[in-house]
């Protein structure tokens, strides 16, 4: 009789990522960060395990955790000095994920530089930039802080009312060029190589396959034994698929303003069963279900008449610009009935 091998959990689960048996939804870890959603923290770490080192070398499996926590803390005050984290938390998901990532792997969070605050104003009106000089000449003044070009870009930023995520494929374009830069101005170009021009675009691809469900594959077959012995893989199982749950969500407000700027920013991006939705304007709250099997939305949007309006024209303005079906609206008066208000599902 042959020898038995005996080999831990913790070992087994290796075995099954090698061989991309495993999903990420599975073995969903918490990353001690509120900036970003789950798949944004994941993407950023994947690429620092994969090619993130300045030669295109793995940084460690435990790098991007273990800088986590300091570098959540200075990202998030630089965000608070600038443009506030209400209008940082309205971006798309992967906008604020490059953001993020950004100043992770520059100075901005390290040395509070606001070199990422330059590159996200340049995005915005992309069109007027003749040649990259003209870029990289604007970058360079926004980036001073005492500069009335980054008091400007800051009130751009935060008036912006246009398609963020129009802005996101202009922000991928302008971050290689900022890379580029980064590597002309300090003898890098070997980074720039092997690591940073392709970053924007990895991060991008990782965030699909995480918000997708994708199994992720770290290889396909094993670098080195684990444990003791030859592993012989197994042919995968299909998963077992538990009922998904339904989780209550509440948004409140201490007056309107809050209320509306809070149901803006905290539902980006969340499975919405928008048939359980409710409405209470006395109390300023709003509840829902979330559900696992819905579409998730680009982000709930409230709007409310002026108290001298008799119709609601920014209602009309965001049902027409969104194409919202009915269905995805719910429309009602408050203050006796003096006002009104219309809620908005966006996809």
């Known amino acids: 009789m042959g020898k038995k091998l005996i080999i831990s959990e913790s070992e087994v689960d290796e075995i099954r990522r090698m061989y991309g048996l495993v999903t990420e939804q599975k073995y969903m870890k918490k990353y001690n ?43 998030k005050a630089n965000i608070e000095k600038t443009i506030g984290l209400n209008v940082f938390n309205s971006f798309p998901e992967k906008l604020k994920m490059q953001i993020w990532s950004w100043m992770f792997n520059n100075t901005d969070a390290s040395l509070g530089t606001v070199k990422w605050l330059a590159g996200l104003s340049q995005s ?33 930023i935060i008036s912006f009312n246009g398609s963020w995520d129009e802005v996101y494929n202009n922000y991928l374009y302008v971050l290689d060029k900022q890379y580029v830069s980064t590597a002309e101005n300090n003898n890098k170009q070997g980074s720039y190589d092997k690591s940073w021009k392709f970053r924007p675009s990895k991060l991008d691809e990782f965030y699909n396959e995480c918000s997708s469900g994708k199994i992720e594959k770290k290889s396909t077959t094993p670098t080195k034994p684990i444990g003791k012995g030859i592993i012989t893989p197994v042919e995968p199982k ?21 209320f509306l700027d809070n149901i803006r920013s905290k539902t980006i991006g969340l ?30 949007v409230f709007a409310v008449n002026q108290t001298d309006e008799k119709t609601c024209e920014s209602c009309v303005n965001i049902g027409e610009k969104n194409n919202v079906p009915d269905e995805k609206r719910i429309k009602g008066k408050f203050e006796n009935k003096r006002r009104m208000f219309e809620l908005f599902a966006l996809y």
Do not use: H, W
């Not at 993130?52 to 955790?65: I, K, L, Q, V």
């Not at 990259?132 to 400007?152: C, F, H, I, M, T």
């Not at 077992?240 to 209550?248: H, L, Q």
């Open 33 to 75: 960060g509120s900036l970003l959603n789950f798949c944004a923290y994941r993407a950023i770490e994947r690429f620092e395990e994969i090619m993130g080192g300045p030669t295109g070398a793995s940084m460690g499996d435990d790098y991007f955790e273990r800088k986590l926590e300091d570098y959540e803390l200075l990202i």
């Open 271 to 300: 499975k919405v069963d928008f048939d359980s939705v409710n409405i209470d304007m006395d109390k300023r709250e709003l509840t829902f279900s979330l559900d696992e099997t819905k579409e998730p939305v680009k982000r709930l």
């Open 124 to 156: 915005i009106n992309l069109n007027k930039f003749k040649t990259e000089k003209d870029g990289q000449e604007y970058r360079l003044k926004v980036a001073d802080p005492n500069s009335l070009e980054n008091n400007a870009a800051i009130n751009q």
């Open 238 to 258: 299909e998963p077992v698929i538990s009922a998904p749950s339904k989780k209550k969500e509440k948004i409140t407000g201490k007056d309107l303003q809050e």
